[in-house]
């Protein structure tokens, strides 16, 4: 990500707060980050905080953009952050008040901005306290080492779950995995196939008024902002998939829209929060669809050696 971009899509979202002057001041000096940056934390009378993608190291910023210790860094007022917010709703909270009852905003590129605060019954969060502006970044090739363990040939692939814990690259990981199967390989080879991806929460494909930004393939087609379970039914019926792909499942009802589109021969990639195979059978509707045999093979991500670490590949549980 370039500063021009940097600014486009998130800063300039921010509006005209110290907040906005102390981040891009901070990038300035720190051209390098906004390769790697991760999350921009946000949080009323708390320490304006940027926190490196990979190394997780964290940088405190006073009001001029200057790295220093936590306790002389910039510390937003309520009303900045009513403020930020507001700028961010592009002064109509109103026409965002589905996305907020999600718990967050996703911005041009695919940028999520996670929302804290008070909740009320409906979901809606008001008098909000904190945000966390979680940087999306496409990262072609990524998927290299795990890729060759879901193609089987050219023409054919295995039904998988990828199994991560939290901010372990994932996303990133299935967003690359779409763009191969959606385009073809020549290493591994192959032929390409149409892909349906369900993105519930605009993350994957990182759509914009309704138009992928993040390459996901020329042959695929994107749910923006879809449930899964009713995604999955409505890909197979209407857009005829060979492949379908969606992000963290387990929710109800997922189990059996899986199901609906193995029994009519389509394949699965999907990811799931965990350590390992065996956090996974105890999660009621995963469990479900380990028993089904919905998934051919289950590939585990880590950390280790950076987001997106291979870990491990089992074969499906007989």
């Not at 940028?111 to 605060?117: F, K, L, T």
Request: hydrophobic share 35%.
């Amino acid at each position: 990500m370039n500063e021009v971009r940097f600014q486009n899509e998130i800063t300039d979202r921010l509006g005209s707060t110290p907040v906005s002057f102390a981040l891009k001041q901070f990038f300035l000096r720190k051209k390098e980050l906004l390769k790697t940056v991760g999350e921009i934390r946000i949080r009323t009378k708390m320490p304006l905080c940027v926190i490196d993608g990979n190394k997780k190291d964290k940088y405190f910023i006073n009001s001029y953009g200057n790295t220093v210790e936590a306790d002389e860094s910039y510390m937003p007022t309520k009303e900045e952050i009513n403020r930020i917010f507001t700028s961010i709703c592009r002064s109509s909270v109103y026409a965002y008040r589905e996305d907020i009852k999600n718990g967050f905003i996703t911005l041009k590129g695919g940028h999520r901005v996670g929302i804290a605060g008070k909740m009320l019954p409906d979901g809606a969060v008001y008098e909000v306290s904190s945000l966390n502006i979680r940087i999306a970044r496409q990262v072609k090739g990524c998927s290299k080492n795990i890729i060759r363990h879901i193609i089987k040939n050219k023409n054919e692939i295995y039904s998988t779950l990828i199994i991560s814990p939290p901010a372990c690259g994932k996303t990133t990981v299935i967003r690359d995995i779409a763009r191969i199967l959606g385009t073809g390989s020549s290493f591994p080879e192959f032929r390409g196939v149409s892909v349906g991806i369900i993105d519930e929460r605009s993350e994957i494909a990182a759509c914009y008024n309704g138009v992928p930004y993040n390459d996901v393939g020329l042959m695929t087609d994107v749910y923006d902002a879809c449930p899964k379970e009713k995604g999955i039914m409505m890909m197979i019926r209407c857009m005829a998939p060979e492949v379908i792909i969606t992000d963290e499942i387990g929710g109800t009802g997922d189990a059996a829209a899986v199901e609906s589109a193995v029994n009519a021969g389509v394949k699965i990639i999907a990811t799931a929060h965990g350590g390992s195979l065996q956090d996974m059978k105890i999660r009621r509707e995963i469990a479900k669809m380990i028993d089904a045999g919905s998934f051919e093979r289950y590939i585990t991500l880590s950390c280790d050696n950076g987001p997106g670490t291979f870990k491990e590949v089992v074969n499906k549980c007989i």
